[in-house]
């Protein structure tokens, strides 16, 4: 039985070819300290980090290189962000779409700083109105912190109406690209995005172990850095640097993954991210469609013709999530996600916050073939 992967909004999978070859290459031939040194191997290093930040910078259009801070992964480069820029009587407007990586630090900064949050609700699809946000939105506002797309509805927010709505304003906005990242185009810039992070083992088609944190230019002078250690420069500062990257960047890079995120953005840049958001949708509405055939199957998310990537969240009557993922992976060797994925208060916006739900997720590498077999093996199990 052939294996179906379709949890690529937890991590892609299979990588392209380059990303292996890429993190071999470094261990094999390369293996220095980035940075730390004068020394061919380390200068090697070096350059593997400044490969990725560069191809990082040119995927999001950033403004240059320096905007681009590679992280530990997605909720490593978040925490950066909140906790970095959140003092104390802060007041933070989010919403109930978003993933633990956000809602936990922001709890966590209402507890210790005393952050006055404002979660605003969705729709029933899962997506929130730019204007119900903004009306969340107080002159002492300090952070708008939200999703560009759901990880349980795949439902895309208004990020750029928000961006483009916050500029005038004081509140910083910090998007959280998890889910788009390499799904679908997505420019810094036209987000109006201050802030945004996003793991790099998910659309990026790196491995565990990388993100990164983009931050417009100007507002390092507001960020103060999580951790404190040697950056392979300036080291007779009793401080850390006060410059982008290096003020969010201290310790050894992860350098051998920083080389397979290389390769990974690189291939996206070569396919075009559009080309990969066209194949995605057109997967995942084949995914809608074959489902809602079924009459006991429960979709959960806006429609195929609405905003949206490659996440398709359902329910079996009859069946626990958990209970149909093991059927699924058993009878037709499907590998997918049940449970709350995450994202506690979008599930209980939806009504599915006993048990969660079962989360399909499409990938780059997904063929038409595996769809139908899926949506094959769904109605058996529903008709059963």
């Not at 240059?64 to 992280?71: C, E, I, P």
């Not at 483009?164 to 420019?187: F, I, K, Y």
């Not at 093991?326 to 997918?336: D, K, P």
Request: a negative charge.
């Amino acid at each position: 039985m052939d294996r179906i992967y379709l949890d690529n909004a937890a991590t892609s999978w299979p990588k392209p070819p380059g990303v292996v070859d890429a993190m071999r290459r470094f261990l094999e031939e390369q293996g220095g300290s980035a940075g730390r040194g004068g020394h061919a191997s380390a200068l090697d290093a070096q350059a593997v980090v400044e490969r990725a930040r560069r191809l990082v910078a040119t995927l999001i259009n950033a403004e240059d290189v320096s905007r681009v801070a590679l992280m530990y992964n997605g909720t490593d480069a978040l925490n950066a962000a909140i906790h970095g820029l959140l003092g104390r009587s802060d007041h933070v407007v989010t919403t109930v779409c978003e993933h633990n990586s956000v809602l936990r630090p922001l709890h966590h900064a209402q507890r210790r700083l005393g952050c006055e949050l404002t979660v605003v609700d969705s729709d029933d699809h899962g997506r929130v109105a730019a204007e119900r946000l903004l009306a969340a939105v107080r002159d002492d506002t300090r952070l708008v912190v939200m999703t560009h797309a759901s990880n349980v509805t795949g439902a895309v927010q208004p990020v750029a109406e928000v961006g483009a709505a916050l500029r005038d304003r004081e509140a910083l906005l910090l998007v959280d690209a998890a889910q788009t990242a390499g799904h679908t185009p997505v420019d810094v810039r036209e987000l109006g995005a201050d802030l945004l992070a996003a793991s790099g083992h998910k659309g990026l088609l790196g491995p565990t172990g990388t993100g990164f944190l983009y931050v417009r230019p100007g507002l390092e002078r507001q960020l103060s850095p999580l951790r404190q250690g040697g950056t392979g420069g300036q080291s007779e500062l009793a401080t850390q640097p006060a410059e982008m990257p290096t003020l969010l960047e201290c310790g050894n890079a992860n350098a051998v993954a920083l080389a397979g995120l290389a390769a990974g953005v690189e291939h996206l840049l070569d396919a075009g991210v559009a080309e990969v958001a066209q194949h995605e949708q057109r997967l995942s509405a084949s995914l809608l469609a074959g489902v809602a055939a079924t009459s006991a199957v429960r979709v959960l998310g806006p429609p195929a013709d609405a905003p949206r990537v490659g996440v398709v969240s359902l329910l079996v009557d009859g069946y626990d999530p958990h209970e149909l993922a093991s059927i699924l992976e058993m009878t037709a060797g499907i590998e997918c996600r049940a449970g709350l994925h995450c994202a506690p208060q979008m599930h209980r916006r939806l009504g599915t916050s006993d048990g969660g739900a079962l989360r399909l997720s499409p990938g780059f590498a997904t063929t038409d073939d595996q769809i139908a077999l899926t949506v094959a093996a769904i109605a058996a199990v529903a008709s059963s």
